[in-house]
């Protein structure tokens, strides 16, 4: 079935560059998303990428999309304390068929100063 | 409007009662999504309207619960006979056509 796999967790000083991975197994998604979800707080999407893309760069946030091996990361440049979160990677087929997102277990980030 | 609104944020309920969730989308938002996550866990699809027709249903939603859109608005999610497995957060998230999600910040419900 449809699989969405990230590392737990992940530890950096601020001002390093974290980069947040995820695999999934869906072949026919053709929208990968990152979502940001602050404790006690809903999810905030941060990026989206196309299928057919292989980066997205958006600020301090860039996307690579590896579609031969279905795996996709999120690079945040000059990470900040302000960016300590769990980062979800989730994945969908078009937003105009309206189906459901395939969300990964999320990723922690905590961020030292 | 600032977003999606869920009402209430938390709910403390014991077991076997029934228990309604509200979510309000963004206006122009004709797509709304129910989600359910639990600790440790990325959000899981319940169910979606679009308008007021309810579209897809997850086999997670089983016969306790029910949403309702009436007017291609605001949503409710009904659970009867609570159990303690339904405790959790309940994402709502509204869409237009072409766009990704735009989430509520949850209800916290906690079935004792």
């Known amino acids: 079935g449809e699989d969405v796999e990230q590392s737990l967790f992940l530890s950096v000083r601020e001002g390093d560059s974290s980069v947040i991975n995820c695999t999934y197994t869906d072949s026919s998604s053709t929208y990968l998303y990152w979502y940001k979800q602050e404790p006690g707080a809903g999810l905030q999407l941060l990026t989206y990428i196309f299928s057919n893309m292989d980066m997205k760069q958006d600020q301090r946030l860039t996307v690579l999309l590896n579609k031969k091996d279905k795996h996709l990361s999120l690079r945040i440049a000059d990470t900040q304390t302000g960016d300590s979160a769990i980062y979800f990677c989730?994945?969908?087929?078009?937003?105009?068929?309206?189906?459901?997102?395939?969300f990964g277990k999320g990723t922690t980030l905590s961020v030292s100063s | 409007d600032t977003g999606v609104s869920q009402d209430p944020r938390h709910k403390i309920t014991k077991r076997g009662q029934n228990v309604t969730f509200r979510c309000d989308p963004i206006s122009e938002h004709n797509r709304l999504y129910w989600y359910r996550q639990t600790l440790g866990q990325g959000p899981e699809f319940l169910t979606y309207f679009q308008n007021e027709a309810q579209l897809e249903k997850s086999r997670l939603l089983s016969d306790r619960f029910s949403a309702e859109r009436p007017k291609g608005s605001f949503s409710t999610l009904e659970i009867q006979r609570t159990e303690q497995g339904d405790s959790a957060m309940y994402l709502c998230?509204?869409?237009?056509?072409?766009?990704?999600?735009?989430f509520g910040s949850g209800t916290r419900l906690t079935v004792v």
């Open positions: 998230a509204s869409s237009l056509l072409t766009e990704g999600y735009t």
């Open positions: 989730a994945e969908g087929t078009s937003p105009k068929a309206g189906t459901a997102l395939i």
